[in-house]
């Protein structure tokens, strides 16, 4: 839970006037004074970096060279390890080779067309059969018989002709349909194979950026400055097993340098070491910016409503006894955290500043993941109507004070402000120079004679 005290002011402790020694201690009585009232929130909390990332191997291999050690400070961009890794290599050469292979193929409609008849030697006999009959029918003496001879001889002629041409012209349009019925089916098919064309052109490239960015990443660079601490990796040995090596696989996320929170188990395995045997997502170092330090406390939902950006706090750590740190809410969390005991916090983040000790000497800069004990000024009044806190009587959703009136108890609501351990501010409901129960308040009933 949120612990919240404020110091007594020396002013109000020693206006407790009190009863005399031969009178009972159970009651006393005191003049209500001016004091300073804070009220805080204390809340655990622990130290974080301004940010943190994992490096970890994008493919199976050997680390080739480590160029840094625990401790070491690297600039952004700095090189920190290469990893030596055939397969990836292998990976890229074959998707260099499959990208080559998949250029366009040109597909040629097949060409159907009907062949025209050739009737120049059928019609050359029939023109001979056509003059032969003109000329027996030149032979009959009537005139009249020869004429409708000749007639009917030349409207043969003229039908025998205008069928060829029918011909020509059936044969000719059947021609156009075959063409135009195989320019829609080729058409169609042409437009299908170039789809899949392109489409296996592209995925032939981005196999081929999958695999180039996954070369790239074997040279493992620092994403920012920072301090290194390595990691330790599985072996490598036979296929990359679990969650973190299938990621490595997938297309589109093998090649990364995947950033991620150290995992709980970071004591087992094999240290990072030159000649070390690596498996896709094996952690190899792992990068903390501390340049800038900030807090995470986790404060109680019965007090996070009182904390506000800017709101200045004193924390003090397990790891440095005696010296105590400035520091500053920055923001305030939405999302509740459920505590062992049942309770609900929420995040607090706050900035860190500077520590000093006791003797006013400078105390050390704290590493990420030390605990701490946040203290929250969240409420101040410097001149305030106050009371002790044992005056103050609960009853229900009111508080209560017991006045002293005409040398009896009167029963008073009041209005609180800011609340402290010893001391609280009184906002309505009691004004400066009264008298009131200071102690005992739990046994005084309404008209009770107090002194």
């Given at each position: 839970m949120t612990i919240r005290y404020g110091a007594a002011p020396l002013l109000v402790l020693l206006a407790l006037t009190g009863c005399t020694a031969e009178e009972p201690a159970t009651v006393q009585v005191a003049d209500v004074r001016r004091a300073p009232v804070t009220e805080v929130v204390e809340a655990p909390a622990t130290i974080g970096a301004r940010a943190s990332a994992t490096l970890r191997s994008p493919a199976q291999g050997t680390i080739a060279r480590l160029h840094v050690r625990d401790g070491d400070r690297v600039r952004k961009g700095q090189i920190v390890a290469r990893i030596r890794s055939p397969q990836a290599e292998d990976q890229l050469r074959q998707a260099r080779q499959a990208s080559e292979m998949a250029t366009p193929a040109r597909f040629s409609a097949p060409s159907v067309r009907l062949p025209s008849f050739d009737t120049r030697a059928f019609d050359r006999k029939v023109a001979r059969h056509f003059a032969r009959a003109r000329q027996e029918a030149a032979k009959v003496e009537d005139k009249r018989a020869r004429k409708q001879l000749m007639n009917a001889i030349d409207l043969a002629r003229t039908q025998h002709r205008a069928q060829t041409r029918a011909l020509a012209s059936i044969t000719a349009q059947l021609n156009r349909s075959i063409s135009g019925l195989m320019?829609?089916?080729?058409?169609?098919?042409?437009?299908?194979?170039?789809?899949?064309?392109?489409?296996?052109?592209?995925q032939a490239r981005?196999?081929?950026?999958?695999?180039?960015?996954?070369?790239?990443?074997?040279?493992?660079k620092a994403p920012f400055a920072g301090v290194v601490t390595?990691?330790?990796?599985?072996?490598?040995?036979?296929?990359?097993?679990?969650?973190?090596?299938?990621?490595?696989?997938?297309?589109?996320?093998?090649?990364?340098?995947?950033?991620?929170?150290?995992?709980?188990?970071?004591?087992?395995?094999?240290?990072?070491?030159?000649?070390?045997?690596?498996?896709?997502?094996?952690?190899?170092?792992?990068?903390?910016?501390?340049?800038?330090?900030?807090?995470d406390a986790d404060v109680d939902e019965t007090d996070v409503l009182l904390v506000r950006e800017g709101v200045e706090a004193e924390v003090e750590l397990d790891a440095v006894p005696g010296a105590t740190y400035a520091a500053a809410v920055t923001g305030i969390g939405v999302a509740p955290m459920e505590g062992t005991t049942g309770g609900?916090?929420?995040?607090?983040?706050?900035?860190?500043?500077?520590?000093?000790?006791?003797?006013?000497?400078?105390?050390?800069?704290?590493?990420?993941?030390?605990?701490?004990?946040?203290?929250?000024?969240?409420?101040?009044?410097?001149?305030?109507?106050?009371?002790?806190?044992s005056a103050i009587v609960s009853s229900g959703r009111e508080s209560v004070v017991w006045v002293v009136g005409n040398g009896v108890a009167q029963r008073r609501v009041v209005k609180l402000g800011a609340q402290g351990d010893a001391v609280?501010?009184?906002?309505?409901?009691?004004?400066?120079?009264?008298?009131?129960?200071?102690?005992?308040?739990?046994?005084?009933?309404?008209?009770?004679?107090?002194?």
């Open positions: 320019t829609g089916v080729t058409s169609g098919l042409s437009s299908s194979m170039a789809s899949l064309q392109a489409a296996s052109r592209s981005a196999a081929v950026k999958v695999a180039e960015r996954t070369v790239r990443s074997l040279t493992v390595l990691g330790r990796v599985s072996g490598g040995g036979g296929m990359p097993g679990g969650v973190e090596s299938l990621l490595g696989r997938l297309p589109g996320g093998s090649g990364q340098q995947l950033p991620s929170v150290p995992s709980g188990g970071s004591a087992q395995g094999t240290p990072v070491a030159a000649g070390v045997p690596v498996s896709a997502g094996d952690p190899i170092v792992t990068v903390t910016d501390v340049s800038e330090l900030t807090l609900v916090s929420y995040p607090v983040r706050l900035r860190i500043g500077t520590g000093a000790f006791d003797d006013g000497s400078e105390a050390p800069t704290p590493k990420p993941g030390m605990s701490a004990v946040a203290r929250l000024t969240v409420r101040e009044s410097p001149s305030a109507v106050a009371a002790p806190a609280v501010e009184v906002l309505s409901g009691l004004s400066v120079g009264e008298r009131i129960v200071v102690r005992g308040a739990d046994s005084v009933r309404a008209g009770q004679t107090l002194p």
